[in-house]
């Protein structure tokens, strides 16, 4: 076949056009590379006919011939790839036939961050704009750390093995029963520098371990968010003023908090603090159990033995700590009647319960 | 703690008027909530919660001195007859430190006796049915009263001598409760010349217990340090009501008042003859003062507060208070040895005052905040980046069973290291190695709950033993079971293939070689250490690379190769022809299409590669793109492709 009677385009077009016919993934694509090459206007075959409409009268039948064959060839071609596309996804109705506008349209499926994560997320950033920043430490941890430096005695029944998992092979060595060894590990990192820092306030949110028995309300594991803040003339009223900021935050304006006296080792004053119920907004409801308030933190002002301990002057610095049971508060707050389902992980649940951020 | 409405106003008159709805708040004020209140027998009981520093509450009276302090009330004087001491009838020993103050009395039982009923009442509030023997009811009823625990020796088992000692290494003692322990020298004892016969404030032995054919019994009425009771108490197992309150700290001064009691009750209730009553030892010297600066409270409360006005507070609690210019001193009261520092007296000056009468206040910000850390963004938004991609976050356990250990773990991760000595159970004893063993399980389990496809994952630690203990690292793990798709018109159902979960894990941007595991049927999970995701950047924008404005030119080559050809050599060939032929203007290459068919050749299957070029300066020509085209063909027929024609 002699293809220099033809203009060079479409002579290079031809070239190309096995490699083309093969490389066409679907049949949209080898459509249009139909309507290029054999379509009935503005394609290389139209364009061949008006060639051979103006072409000198003695080339007319050579050339009549070569655009014969080539319009055979391509039609050939893509007719048997048009039919190895069609067997090859047989089964896959084209949308071209099928698609109905009224249809609703496919919407990606989500996944969704654990509720339980989601919550401590919400309350990095609700103190993020305070200045806190965020600490971590390990689930394994030392005696020293989950207790001697939490000013929590030799003798407290929390450190039995009743109460404590504690490794076989290593003596003192134990899963954090909460997670306020990291103030003992944050507060000795910075004690060197701590007049250049001006004190530290940060929030510790993890797991943590307690010998209980898995019900409805309890579980071997669980998370609590630990808060430290340490500066100068730290008192009570600090406490409250950042904790009323927080709940406000969380739960909204009419979260009222409400400080009660209370104990812990590491403490001192310590307090209990309840927020106004969020789900009645005090006037009482089942959650509440009719009181209008909710217990969500346990908190106080630093022991001078834990500054102490980790090599803080506590005539000079002084500050204060909370923590909140993560699973509690997000059992309170959805009204989930069982703890044990965010340790079961239902898909359906934690996509009803959990979010994108 | 229960607190029977009845005995508390009897304790406290100031109080009748209070409603039920009151107290409860007002002890909440105090550090006391009330998980409960009940009606028993038409008395009305509350259920105190203490906390364990607050060994004085632990008692009708207890509760009611501190609302009297709180309200500025007057407590009821206790109805008690002194007994004239006299000359021991036999000698009581103290041995030990833990107890510096032993009273005791011998009385002689009359024939008849009987508990009065509105103590039967009082018992039966308390959670505790009268036994109908006088010394055993009225004991139990002076430890709900007033808090002081009190126990009766039958006195004609004692051999010789009482003795407060150390117990000896071996020695064995049958407690009241029929257990026989073996004692150790850290275990106080009561003694006799021949035995160990009661675990100091815990429990009274079997041997010397009163019976109902008792004719005469010894009153024990004590102090003991509530550490060495605590220790007792945790080694044997054993708590009782008296243990529980010695090892919060009971008031010393009330074991003779205790004692007292005690007797007079035996006498009114029994017709029983006191024989002699005499006490060991003294009780502790009052603690010394603690002091408290004006300054440290101002700071503790936020606000001045006037040492006048504290130290009225302090001596509503029975404190012995004298102000100076800017501190005052306190003597706690011998019923408060939980009030140690400045700060507990800071503490009880709030709480007399009200804790809702502190202000509230944002602490100024001293130093600078510091940034999140990069580890903890890293976990955070590769949690976000899945959840959006479909893949649902999940919390298990940290221990799994031996026995799944053993399928998961590798032999250079014994589990000895990671096992726990005290586990709540086989199934919980092993600090995993992976969170495969966990997501396995959960991707089952919501298999079996008919789900058609499971796209989980976790952010968490996982174990390694090593010589100084377990080591924790943060994981990610992907799981990808079932069948995805066929829910729309777009999609078809279809088994979910390696394919789909490496192409997540590397969206993620995970380098290198990736190792997909199949954990069951039609379910792949992959594990990757959080340090194999790229760091999170935490420049705002990254830095800028020149780009080119011109258009890319797009090249399809559809090639036949053998259906063992492995797809990264070819590609590897091709992009090494490509780089060297068309240098800076070669784009990309990659296979955009897989097809197999009988219409192909035997053994062969056909890739679709797409290649890509784009000049930094100019447009493309389709000469040169056709010449780089082909040295790529070239290369691919290097390795036994062919184009297909
Ligand atoms: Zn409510």
Redesign the pocket.
């Known amino acids: 076949m002699d293809l220099t009677l033809l203009p060079p385009e479409i002579a290079e077009a031809h070239q190309r056009f096995a490699c083309s016919v093969a490389a066409s993934a679907d049949l949209d694509s080898l459509m249009r590379l139909k309507g290029e090459f054999t379509g009935r206007e503005a394609s290389h075959a139209s364009r061949m006919m008006d060639v051979l409409k103006t072409a000198p009268k003695e080339q007319k039948r050579e050339l009549g011939a070569v655009i014969n064959a080539l319009k055979n060839e391509w039609e050939e071609a893509l007719k048997n790839r048009q039919i190895e596309l069609e067997a090859a996804k047989k089964s896959a109705a084209s949308l071209a036939t099928s698609w109905d506008p009224d249809l609703p349209p496919p919407l990606p499926v989500h996944g969704a961050i654990h509720p339980l994560n989601r919550l401590m997320d919400r309350l990095v950033d609700v103190f993020r704009p305070l200045g806190y920043h965020v600490e971590e430490g390990p689930e394994t941890e030392t005696e020293a750390n989950n207790f001697d430096g939490l000013n929590i005695p030799e003798d407290h029944p929390a450190r039995g093995s009743a109460d404590t998992f504690y490794f076989s092979a290593h003596a003192g060595k134990l899963l954090r029963t909460h997670t306020s060894p990291v103030q003992v590990r944050v507060l000795q990192r910075i004690a060197p520098d701590i007049e250049k820092l001006g004190g530290i306030r940060f929030l510790a949110p993890g797991r943590v371990y307690r010998k209980d028995e898995i019900d409805p309300t309890h579980s071997p594991m669980f998370h609590q968010v630990e808060g430290m803040l340490v500066g100068h003339g730290i008192g009570m009223h600090h406490l409250k003023g950042t904790l009323s900021y927080a709940m406000k935050a969380l739960f909204g304006p009419a979260a009222d908090v409400r400080f009660r006296p209370s104990y812990f080792p590491f403490v001192e004053p310590g307090c209990e603090v309840d927020v106004r119920?969020p789900?009645?907004g005090?006037?009482?409801?089942r959650?509440?159990k009719g009181s209008?308030w909710?217990e969500i933190l346990g908190a106080g002002l630093v022991h001078p033995n834990v500054l102490k301990f980790a090599g803080i002057d506590p005539t000079v610095w002084s500050g204060f700590a909370f923590g909140m049971g993560v699973e509690r508060t997000a059992m309170m707050v959805s009204q989930t009647p069982d703890l044990r389902l965010f340790f079961e992980n239902d898909q359906r649940f934690l996509k009803a319960m959990g979010g994108l951020d | 703690m229960l607190i029977e409405r009845r005995a508390l106003n009897a304790e406290l008159p100031a109080i009748n008027e209070m409603s039920n709805l009151e107290l409860c708040e007002l002890l909440a004020s105090l550090g006391f909530p009330v998980d409960g209140v009940e009606t028993k027998d038409d008395q009305t009981v509350l259920e105190v919660d203490v906390t364990a520093n607050r060994g004085d509450t632990l008692s009708q009276r207890g509760m009611a001195r501190d609302i009297g302090a709180k309200c500025n009330a007057m407590l009821s004087a206790i109805p008690h007859r002194t007994l004239r001491e006299g000359a021991p009838l036999f000698p009581v020993r103290l041995e030990a430190d833990a107890c510096p103050v032993y009273s005791t009395a011998i009385l002689e039982l009359g024939m008849v006796a009987s508990t009065p009923a509105d103590v039967v009442c009082f018992l039966s509030s308390m959670g505790s049915t009268a036994k109908q023997m006088p010394a055993v009811d009225a004991s139990n009823e002076l430890l709900h009263r007033y808090g002081h625990p009190t126990h009766a020796f039958d006195a004609d088992t004692l051999k010789g001598a009482l003795v407060v000692r150390w117990g000896r290494a071996g020695e064995t003692l049958r407690t009241l409760d029929g257990v026989e322990r073996t004692l150790t020298a850290e275990d106080l004892v009561i003694a006799d010349e021949a035995a160990a016969i009661a675990l100091a404030g815990v429990m009274g032995g079997d041997s010397t217990k009163v019976t109902a054919g008792t004719k005469r019994v010894l009153l024990e009425s004590a102090w003991f340090d509530p550490r060495v009771v605590r220790r007792m108490s945790h080694r044997h197992g054993l708590h009782s009501d008296a243990s529980y309150r010695f090892g919060r700290g009971v008031d010393p001064v009330m074991a003779q008042v205790a004692r007292d009691l005690l007797a007079a009750r035996l006498e009114d209730w029994a017709g029983a003859k006191l024989l002699g009553a005499w006490t060991a030892g003294q009780v502790p010297a009052a603690r010394p003062a603690i002091t408290l600066r004006k300054q440290t409270l101002a700071r503790i409360a936020g606000t001045v507060i006037e040492l006048t006005e504290a130290a009225a507070l302090l001596r509503q609690l029975g404190c012995a208070v004298v102000i100076h210019d800017q501190y005052l001193e306190s003597v706690s009261p011998s019923w408060r040895q939980d009030l140690t520092i400045e700060e507990d007296l800071a503490e009880e000056v709030l709480r007399l005052r009200g804790f809702d009468r502190i202000d509230s206040v944002l602490p100024p910000l001293e130093g600078a905040p510091l940034p999140l850390a990069s580890s903890y963004l890293q976990a955070r938004n590769v949690a976000r980046r899945l959840a959006h991609v479909g893949f649902c976050q999940t919390v298990t356990l940290g221990f799994i069973s031996p026995d799944v250990d053993a399928d998961f773990a590798g032999a250079d991760n014994p589990p000895e290291g990671r096992t726990l000595g005290n586990p709540l159970g086989q199934e919980f004893s092993v600090m995993r190695p992976t969170l495969l063993a966990s997501l396995k399980t959960t991707a089952e389990l919501n298999l079996r709950q008919g789900a058609k496809e499971v796209k989980l994952f976790e952010v968490g630690p996982i174990y390694r033993s090593t010589a100084e203990g377990p080591s924790e690292s943060l994981a990610l793990a992907v799981v990808w079971a079932g069948s995805l798709g066929g829910e729309d018109y777009l999609t078809r159902l279809r088994p979910v293939q390696a394919a789909d979960l490496l192409g997540i894990i590397r969206d993620l941007g995970v380098k290198g070689a990736i190792a997909l595991q199949e954990l069951g049927e039609g379910m792949l999970g992959v594990e990757i250490s959080l340090s194999a995701l790229p760091e999170h950047e935490d420049r705002i924008i990254p830095k800028f690379i020149p780009f080119s404005r011109f258009p890319t030119v797009e090249r399809d080559l559809s090639l036949l190769v053998d259906l063992a050809q492995p797809y990264v050599d070819l590609e590897v060939a091709m992009a090494k022809a490509l780089r060297r032929a068309a240098g800076g203007c070669f784009q990309s290459l990659g296979c955009v299409d897989v097809f197999r068919h009988k219409s192909l050749p035997t053994g062969r299957q056909a890739w679709l590669m797409r290649l890509r070029f784009q000049g930094d300066d100019r447009t493309l020509t389709s000469d040169e793109v056709d010449g780089w085209v082909n040295a790529a063909l070239e290369a691919g027929q290097g390795l036994g492709a062919e184009l297909r024609g």
């Open positions: 119920c789900l009645c005090g006037s009482g409801c959650v509440c209008g909710v």
